[in-house]
């Protein structure tokens, strides 16, 4: 090779717009998708989220006009979050489970305007407990682990009884896989699917969807159940532990900062993988392009790649219902 010359040319491939379409991986379509949406009790609301632009608080009525477009784009599914009023909340989470809760309404009222939409929902108490915690708290007012999962299995039963397809527990407690598997089979219902959160960290990242949800702790942290941010070999057990306890789908959350959790996770199973790309990641690029340091599309088309890249099967993304206009090439 004389000087200046090189052997290998990467650029070649890449010379035309038609070769690299040839060679480059596709977009993901809008079938990998699923759009979380927070429903609110009462009728005729669609109230936006601050900081959470293009997203709202839907009344069930109001959800459902809200899913025409996005059933129409080929989205696959929803994933659903409950409010309840405080006068609600107690140190239990008991509303989570009511069989007329607004949640479980949403869930009947989906599968039968939209038959071909699947529906999970978020099952956890942190929306319905007074302290704001993913469970019930022992006398010292910690989270009770043990306590807290005939709860969410209560809650996994409630939410499939209403037709969901597929329950996603988000508590991280020990063995809540386990407790709603089994409560789920000792209710005849061995078809739900269960897409445990199951590498989920004590993120920053939360915040718009705490302000959404009204759900932030009133004292304390979520550090004592959700797994560490600089400890990759715990987080990779706990998705491990999951897998074992009978979880269909495994998830990495946050998922943009977690690219190496999703890659280590996509070697070490062949369980389909979701990766929830949460508020926080949502409200940043929306940010940066508001202060004009960033050009949105590209930036979240990007972002998205790299979740695809990374091993993700399924992408929980709050620009699933903007997809047309967002992602769509
Ligand atoms: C609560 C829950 C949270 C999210 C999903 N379920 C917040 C938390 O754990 O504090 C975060 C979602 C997001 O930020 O988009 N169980
Ligand atoms: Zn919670």
Known sequence: MSEGYPDIRL??????????????????????????????????????????????????DQLIEALKPVANMGISGVLIFGLAEDSYKDGTGTHAFDPKGTVQEAVRAIREAFPRLLVFTDVCVCAYTSHGHCGPLTAAGVVNNDA????????????AEAGAQGVAPSAMMDGQVAAIRGALDAAELTD?????????????????????EKSAPQSGDRQGYQASCRDLGTALRESDLDEAE?????????????????????????LPIAAYNVSGEYAMLIATADRGWGDLYPMVRESIIALDRAGADIIISYWANQYEKVLAP
Not at 192 to 209: N, R, V
């Open 11 to 60: 650029r070649r491939l890449r010379q035309t717009p038609q070769m690299r379409r040839m060679l480059d991986r596709p977009f993901p379509g809008p079938e990998r998708f699923l759009w979380p949406v927070f429903v609110v009790p009462g009728s005729g609301v669609c109230e936006p989220i601050d900081a959470m632009p293009g997203q709202f608080r839907y009344s069930v």
């Open 192 to 212: 739900t699917i269960l897409m445990s959160y199951s590498t989920k960290f004590a993120s920053a990242m939360y915040g718009p969807f705490r302000d959404a």
């Open 148 to 159: 807290s999962n005939v709860v969410l299995a209560k809650v996994a039963v409630s939410h």
């Open 246 to 270: 009978g979880a269909d789908i495994l998830m990495v959350k946050p998922s943009l900062f977690y690219l190496d959790v999703l890659t280590r996770l996509r070697e070490r199973t062949d």
